[in-house]
């Protein structure tokens, strides 16, 4: 109800609790003013709980009511407060009326946040900030997004483990800070302040720019483009205005714990004018900005994309100010890899409160090409010039908003329970919540033998406080096992419903390898001998024995095999092979695509400079080297390789060595060989990490299992095309066909990686978006001892060290069977 007689204008709830935590006040102040001038009127605050229904608290003054603005302070005290945090959001209902004029209502969140003995706190303990960086996005609607859209968003962060979101680089649509103040997320309100541009223009007039490292050129084009308007009071007043209208429209919002100055406006006068007027009028929120890189104004530093090893520099230094990563883990593409990494900084140092993940949402736009095909569009996709290109495709999820491989890597890195596995039997847990028991969840075990389930049951855990640790024993024995690889895996879920998923959803799991596998018990039965060999004409020598039939090209070292009933089985390969087609990462600043262009990889080939083989007569089988050089044209580098082949009946062994020689790259994209199969093998079976793509360094969202998935669902379909589909942490993988006939190939050394799919490595590389890829005829099988990780080098650190793949001698030995089908159930009954 409204009134221009007398009506409110606005108000100012504070919550504020004592030093135990344990009781409020509600602080408010309310404006008023109206035409019914010199009138006395009753404004009344009502304080209801959650439900609106039972009164927690009253106040009431009178007032005279006034042409110009009136403002009453008013308070409400609150024993046994229930306190709002991302992990427990309990709203009261706050109602302030004046009678017979006017109501209001809005819900009210008790919180406090400080910087306290140089850690971000909430209601007295310290928090880590698993959040992401969200930029308002529809794909049908561009900036103008749909409320259900938000909401799925919110819903979905929160079923996947993320308690933060920064609202880059403006405040968004009021209807964000309704969901987040009823479902639970910190929210970083930032100012629609940003003019990085500028800097361009300094660097293209920087002198001796040539000998400068990409930092030092940074900091100098930084301090001077800061003169344009952060630095220039000029722009004061219009710095001014947005910090107060993102404080003054948000400030009731239980959600919002800090203020954000601005995103990439350098730093200057304007930004400490800011921080003054907001400390002024708002003392309950920290103020945060990534620009002041000396904190002199911002009560926290805040970081982009810094490598581990700056992270470690910083908790070197005495400070009282904690470090909160504002953009780090840039999700362009296949990535970003080394989240685990920064999850164990955060976890190990209390002073790294975690960060953003740049970011939440890839931003193409929904449309169809001439032939009525659609697609995600980005810049240039419109005839806009100039442009960011694919640069806008950098999010956790894809433009439609459904997940990405990359939003289940973090998720499980970022999960509120750690399980540590005692020599297997034993587990300890840790409770990762800041604010949460471990009682609103149910525990279940189970135990796989060679990816097969053979027990499960649920388990009575540990009531564990917030950052405290348990430890329990399974329920089992280890002479309950056979020989095979027994795995143990744990399953935390939701006992109940919550308002954001339902009872049963996981919230975090873990799993070991309690037993090793040996890779021969992966192996069929043993294959009869090969009995003869042959040469046709100059260049092919036939194998056969049995059901088998090879055929290996001495002149390109390929081999073709055949099998009765299975018929074809490889038509060609292996091809020996270092590269992949370029992720987003690789491509980027930071990116190894550049050093492996620079080397030729992509230009490699194989030249065979012998074949030899003999009978092996204690075996019953035929041996075949293939002696070949790998090299780029005309480039003073290769790798000389013998693929050793050892035919049986129904299988063969495959041994690859390779020495490098020459000025080599410092790093290959993968190690492995490459076969083409019959295009009717379309369905995979594999044991190793799955069931979606993995990678050396993402690879914590795969667990260890059986999975079984046709050629295309292993193909991850990035906007942009690119690498995809790898497994990594494989045994053994199947490429069949309908009728179940195939090949199986087996690691030997150790998991190994492999992918198979209907693109080639070419075209992958020449589109540009998914509607321009062309299926090739075959199945293509990619096969890895090694491969390198994947890092965020689009726009942050590259491959950690670790995750490399150095490019030096290797040696690996894969085993390949002919797979046929048992006969037919019904014909044995």
Known sequence: MFDKACRI????????????FQNATLDTTVTTSGSDIGARKMLKLH??????????GEALEGITVSSSETKSRMCINVPNVRKWTAETPYLYHLVISVNGHQTVAHRIGFKKV????????????????????RHEHDPKGGRTVAVDLMECDIIMMKQYNINALRLSHQPNDTRIYDLCDYHGLYVMDEADLECHGFDSIEMLALKGAEKMSSEEKKAIAYSKAGKWTSDNPDWRDAYLDRAKQMVHRDKNRACVFMWSLGSESFYGQNHAAMYYWIKDFDKSRPIHYEGDAEAKTADVFGWKYPTLEKLEGFVRREGDKPLI????AHAMGNGPGGLQEYMDMFTAHRQLQGGFVWEWANHGLLVENEDGQSYYAYGGDFGDVPNDGNFVMDGLLHSNHTPAPGLLEYKRAIQPVAVEFIEGLRVKITNR?????????ACVWAAKESGRLISEGGLSSPVVKPGDTAEIKLPLHRNEFGKGEVVIALRFHLKHDVTWAKAGHIIAWAETVLQPADPAEFEGASPQGIVKVRQHGRSVIIITGGKSQYEVNLLTGSLNWSSAPSGTLIDSGPVLDFYRPPTD??????GDDDHWREYLLHMTTATVRMVEWKLIDSEAALCCNVHTRVAPPVYDWGVSAIIEYTFRDGAVDVRVTGKLEGNHPKTFARCGLTFILRPEFDNVRWYGLGPGESYKDKKQASSLGIWEQPVDRLHTDYEFPQESGNRTGTRWVEVKCAEDYGVKIIFKDGPGDFAVSHYTSETLQQAKHPYELKKSAETILRVDCDHHGLGSGSCGP??????QLLAKDFEFHLRLEDIVPPLDASSDS
């Open 9 to 20: 204008n606005d108000f100012f709830a504070k919550t504020e609790l004592d030093e135990s």
């Open 47 to 56: 304080l209801l709980d959650s439900e609106g229904k039972a009164t927690i």
């Open 114 to 133: 400080e910087v306290k003995d140089g850690v971000l706190r909430v209601n007295g303990r310290a928090i880590t900030l698993l959040g992401v960086n």
């Open 325 to 328: 990563l504002c953009e780090y």
């Open 433 to 441: 919540y800041d604010w949460q028991m471990t009682d609103h969840l």
């Open 585 to 590: 990462n690789d491509r980027g600043s930071n």
């Open 798 to 803: 590259g491959v950690l060290p670790q995750y």
